[in-house]
C-alpha cells in the first residue's frame, strides 16, 4: 500500500520536475530540482526515484542530494508533502520510515464542533446573529416558522442588504440589489468564511417573489472549486449524511450539504474512508434528481430512497410534521446501496 501512495505523490510532482519518465516500475528518472542539474545542457537528468523495499526514495547523482520521499516533497513541494504524510498515516502507516507523522491539527482539523473566530476576520461583525436578536424580528420568525432547531441560530446571520455584504466581504465583482436575507456562511477548519449563502426570508409583494431567487451563494475563496457546509463540524469517524441543502443538513446529526450536481463524484479528502449516505429531495417527478440517484447508486453510494409515506419535498418540509429523530429513523431504515438500490430507486421514480 505505501508503494502505492508513494509512486501516486511522485507523480502528482512529476509535472513540476524537468525530463520526468518512469523507466520502470521501481524506477524513474528527471533533471534535478535542488541542483537545477545543468544549466547548460537542459536535457541532463541525473536525479533518480528508486525502491527500496515499500518505499521509495530520491538521489541526485550531480550534487549528491539523497532524501526519503518526505523529505524530497517537503523541499520542492511543501503543500504536497503535508498531503503525503496525511495519506501515508491514514493508509496505516505506524512506524518511522520514509514519512513524518502528520501533526494532531493536521489529522483532526475539524475536530471542534463550532469553528474559533479570528479577531481579525471581520467578514461577519457588520452582520446580526440570529441569536442577538428579538423573537419578533422576520429573520427569526422565519427561522422559527421553518421550525430550524434553536441550537442552530449560532451558525445564521441577518443583513438587511444582502448585496452591499457581498460586494464589501465576498467579491466585489458581483453586484446584487439590496435584499433582506439570512446568511449561511460557508467556514474552513480555521474559522475562515470561503463563501456564504443567502436565504430570502419576504417579500413585499408575490410578484417581487417571482423574481427573487429564493438562494444565491458567493464564493469568496475562488480557489474551492466545489462548496461543502459543515465540513468543520462533521466527524469523519462516523457516519456522514449529505444532504442537498445547509438547512436541511441543520436538522439531522452529523450532517454536511453539497452545493452542486459536481460534489456527487468530489467528495472531500477528509471523507475518504468515511461511510456517507446520500439523501437528495423527495422529488420522483424532478429529472435531475432522479439522475443525480441514478448516478450515485452506479458509482456504489448509499444513499436513501424515501418511502411511499414521505410526501414532503425535503427534509424541512418533513420537520413540520416530523421530529429530527424520527426523520433521521426513516433515512438510516431506508438506505440501500447496489442491486437493492436500484430496485428500491426503480419504484420510487415517476419519470
Not at 156 to 173: A, I, Q
Not at 240 to 268: C, H, Q, R, T
Not at 328 to 349: C, V
Request: aromatic share 12%.
Amino acid at each position: 500500500m505505501t508503494t502505492f501512495i508513494d509512486k501516486k505523490f511522485i507523480n502528482r510532482v512529476s509535472p513540476t520536475l524537468r525530463n520526468f519518465k518512469w523507466k520502470k516500475e521501481t524506477l524513474a528518472n528527471c533533471s534535478c530540482p535542488i541542483c537545477g542539474d545543468s544549466t547548460r545542457n537542459k536535457s541532463k537528468a541525473r536525479g533518480f526515484f528508486y525502491q527500496k523495499g515499500n518505499d521509495f526514495f530520491y538521489k541526485c547523482h550531480n550534487c549528491g542530494a539523497g532524501h526519503n520521499l518526505y523529505n524530497f516533497l517537503n523541499q520542492v513541494a511543501p503543500s504536497l508533502c503535508k498531503e503525503y504524510s496525511l495519506e501515508r498515516f491514514r493508509g496505516g502507516e505506524t512506524k518511522k520510515s520514509n514519512y513524518k507523522k502528520p501533526k494532531e491539527e493536521e489529522l483532526f482539523p475539524f475536530k471542534d464542533s463550532k469553528p474559533k473566530f479570528k479577531k481579525q476576520d471581520k467578514v461577519l461583525e457588520k452582520l446580526q446573529c440570529l441569536t442577538d436578536l428579538p423573537k419578533n424580528h422576520p429573520a427569526v420568525e422565519f427561522a422559527d416558522m421553518r421550525q430550524i432547531p434553536r441550537q442552530h441560530f449560532t451558525l445564521l446571520y441577518f443583513t438587511d442588504d444582502f448585496g452591499k455584504f457581498v460586494r464589501n466581504s465576498l467579491d466585489s465583482s458581483v453586484f446584487i440589489g439590496r435584499e433582506n436575507r439570512i446568511v449561511i456562511p460557508f467556514f474552513n477548519s480555521h474559522g475562515d468564511v470561503v463563501a456564504a449563502q443567502g436565504r430570502a426570508i419576504n417579500f413585499k409583494d408575490e410578484e417581487n417573489a417571482r423574481q427573487t431567487a429564493k438562494y444565491i451563494t458567493i464564493k469568496a475563496d475562488k480557489s474551492i472549486d466545489r462548496l461543502w457546509y459543515g465540513l468543520w463540524r462533521a466527524n469523519a469517524k462516523k457516519r456522514v449524511y449529505v444532504v442537498e441543502g445547509p438547512i436541511d443538513s441543520l436538522f439531522l446529526n452529523n450532517a454536511v450539504a453539497m452545493v452542486g450536481a459536481g460534489a456527487l463524484k468530489e467528495i472531500p479528502a477528509r471523507f475518504a474512508n468515511t461511510e456517507l449516505t446520500y439523501i437528495l429531495d423527495n422529488e420522483p417527478r424532478n429529472r435531475q434528481i432522479c439522475a443525480y440517484n441514478e448516478k450515485l447508486i452506479e458509482m456504489g453510494k448509499e444513499v436513501c430512497i424515501w418511502p411511499g409515506s414521505i410526501k414532503e419535498k425535503d427534509i424541512n418540509d418533513m420537520a413540520y410534521r416530523l421530529s429530527t429523530r424520527k426523520i433521521q429513523k426513516i433515512i438510516d431504515e431506508n438506505t440501500y446501496s447496489g442491486l437493492q438500490a436500484t430496485l428500491k430507486f426503480n419504484e420510487w421514480r415517476k419519470v
